[in-house]
Protein backbone atom coordinates (compact mmCIF):
# COMPACT_ATOMS: atom_id res chain seq x y z
CA UNK A 1 0.00 0.00 0.00
CA UNK A 2 1.12 3.49 -0.93
CA UNK A 3 0.03 6.78 -1.34
CA UNK A 4 2.11 9.80 -2.72
CA UNK A 5 0.78 13.28 -1.90
CA UNK A 6 1.84 15.89 -4.35
CA UNK A 7 0.73 19.80 -5.12
CA UNK A 8 1.66 21.49 -2.37
CA UNK A 9 3.58 24.58 -2.18
CA UNK A 10 3.39 28.55 -0.63
CA UNK A 11 0.72 30.71 -1.85
CA UNK A 12 -1.12 33.91 -0.14
CA UNK A 13 -4.61 34.10 1.51
CA UNK A 14 -6.99 34.00 -1.35
CA UNK A 15 -5.24 32.05 -3.37
CA UNK A 16 -5.98 28.28 -4.31
CA UNK A 17 -3.67 25.34 -4.47
CA UNK A 18 -4.98 21.31 -5.92
CA UNK A 19 -3.53 18.56 -4.37
CA UNK A 20 -3.00 15.42 -5.75
CA UNK A 21 -2.63 11.56 -4.46
CA UNK A 22 -1.70 8.79 -6.26
CA UNK A 23 -2.57 5.73 -4.82
CA UNK A 24 -1.67 1.86 -5.01
CA UNK A 25 -1.27 -1.44 -3.58
CA UNK A 26 -5.20 -1.66 -2.49
CA UNK A 27 -8.37 -1.31 -4.26
CA UNK A 28 -8.82 1.77 -4.19
CA UNK A 29 -12.74 1.51 -5.19
CA UNK A 30 -13.88 -0.35 -2.08
CA UNK A 31 -12.61 2.51 0.62
CA UNK A 32 -13.28 6.02 1.02
CA UNK A 33 -10.55 7.85 0.24
CA UNK A 34 -9.72 11.68 2.15
CA UNK A 35 -7.54 14.15 3.00
CA UNK A 36 -6.10 14.78 6.68
CA UNK A 37 -3.46 17.78 7.28
CA UNK A 38 -1.24 18.73 10.60
CA UNK A 39 -0.18 21.73 11.66
CA UNK A 40 2.73 22.20 13.98
CA UNK A 41 1.90 21.81 17.35
CA UNK A 42 -1.65 20.28 16.11
CA UNK A 43 -3.28 17.31 16.19
CA UNK A 44 -4.19 15.70 12.52
CA UNK A 45 -7.40 16.90 11.60
CA UNK A 46 -9.42 14.94 8.94
CA UNK A 47 -10.16 17.53 6.13
CA UNK A 48 -12.85 16.01 3.62
CA UNK A 49 -13.90 12.63 2.42
CA UNK A 50 -14.84 10.75 -0.33
CA UNK A 51 -16.90 7.92 -0.53
CA UNK A 52 -16.31 5.32 -3.88
CA UNK A 53 -19.48 4.28 -6.05
CA UNK A 54 -21.82 7.40 -5.34
CA UNK A 55 -19.16 9.56 -4.33
CA UNK A 56 -21.04 11.19 -1.32
CA UNK A 57 -18.52 13.81 0.74
CA UNK A 58 -17.66 15.07 3.92
CA UNK A 59 -15.92 18.32 4.86
CA UNK A 60 -14.56 19.52 8.24
CA UNK A 61 -16.76 22.70 9.08
CA UNK A 62 -13.06 25.07 8.98
CA UNK A 63 -13.11 24.39 5.08
CA UNK A 64 -16.42 24.04 3.70
CA UNK A 65 -17.73 26.24 0.77
CA UNK A 66 -13.86 26.08 0.34
CA UNK A 67 -12.60 22.59 -0.51
CA UNK A 68 -13.59 20.25 -3.10
CA UNK A 69 -12.48 16.33 -3.01
CA UNK A 70 -13.10 14.32 -5.43
CA UNK A 71 -11.76 10.96 -6.49
CA UNK A 72 -10.71 9.10 -10.35
CA UNK A 73 -10.25 5.52 -9.19
CA UNK A 74 -9.88 4.52 -12.84
CA UNK A 75 -6.83 6.14 -11.88
CA UNK A 76 -6.20 5.42 -8.63
CA UNK A 77 -6.49 9.74 -7.89
CA UNK A 78 -7.83 11.77 -5.25
CA UNK A 79 -7.56 15.59 -5.28
CA UNK A 80 -8.41 18.17 -3.48
CA UNK A 81 -8.94 21.66 -4.76
CA UNK A 82 -8.42 24.31 -1.97
CA UNK A 83 -9.86 27.82 -2.94
CA UNK A 84 -9.67 31.03 -0.79
CA UNK A 85 -7.21 29.83 1.58
CA UNK A 86 -6.34 31.00 4.81
CA UNK A 87 -3.28 31.26 6.91
CA UNK A 88 -4.92 28.96 9.51
CA UNK A 89 -4.71 26.07 6.10
CA UNK A 90 -1.10 26.21 6.63
CA UNK A 91 -0.30 22.42 7.01
CA UNK A 92 1.28 18.83 5.60
CA UNK A 93 -1.50 17.26 4.23
CA UNK A 94 -1.91 13.88 3.68
CA UNK A 95 -3.76 11.11 1.57
CA UNK A 96 -5.49 8.14 3.33
CA UNK A 97 -8.15 6.01 3.50
CA UNK A 98 -11.40 7.36 5.11
CA UNK A 99 -13.67 4.00 5.76
CA UNK A 100 -14.27 0.95 4.05
CA UNK A 101 -16.78 -0.21 1.95
CA UNK A 102 -18.52 1.13 -1.19
CA UNK A 103 -20.91 3.93 -0.73
CA UNK A 104 -19.83 4.25 3.15
CA UNK A 105 -18.69 8.09 4.10
CA UNK A 106 -18.01 9.38 7.65
CA UNK A 107 -20.43 11.64 8.51
CA UNK A 108 -18.34 13.05 11.82
CA UNK A 109 -15.22 14.14 13.33
CA UNK A 110 -14.80 11.30 15.46
CA UNK A 111 -15.61 8.82 12.14
CA UNK A 112 -12.85 10.40 10.56
CA UNK A 113 -10.36 9.91 13.48
CA UNK A 114 -11.58 6.79 14.33
CA UNK A 115 -10.47 5.36 10.35
CA UNK A 116 -7.18 7.47 10.29
CA UNK A 117 -6.04 5.98 13.53
CA UNK A 118 -6.51 2.63 11.55
CA UNK A 119 -4.59 3.80 8.69
CA UNK A 120 -0.90 2.06 8.08
CA UNK A 121 0.16 3.72 5.36
CA UNK A 122 0.68 7.37 5.72
CA UNK A 123 2.98 8.85 3.40
CA UNK A 124 5.24 11.64 3.37
CA UNK A 125 2.26 14.29 2.39
CA UNK A 126 2.78 17.68 0.94
CA UNK A 127 3.43 20.80 2.92
CA UNK A 128 1.07 23.92 2.63
CA UNK A 129 1.91 27.15 3.48
CA UNK A 130 -0.58 30.24 3.00
CA UNK A 131 1.49 33.51 4.30
CA UNK A 132 1.37 37.00 2.88
Known amino acids: VQVVESGGGLVQPGDSLKLSCAAS????????MGWFRQAPGKEREGVAC????????YYADSVKGRFIISRDDTQNTVTLQMSNLKTEDTAVYYC??????????????????????????WGQGTQVTVSS
Open 25 to 32: GFNMDLYA
Open 50 to 57: ISSRDLRT
Open 96 to 121: ATCGRGSGYVPTTPDEVAYWARRFDH
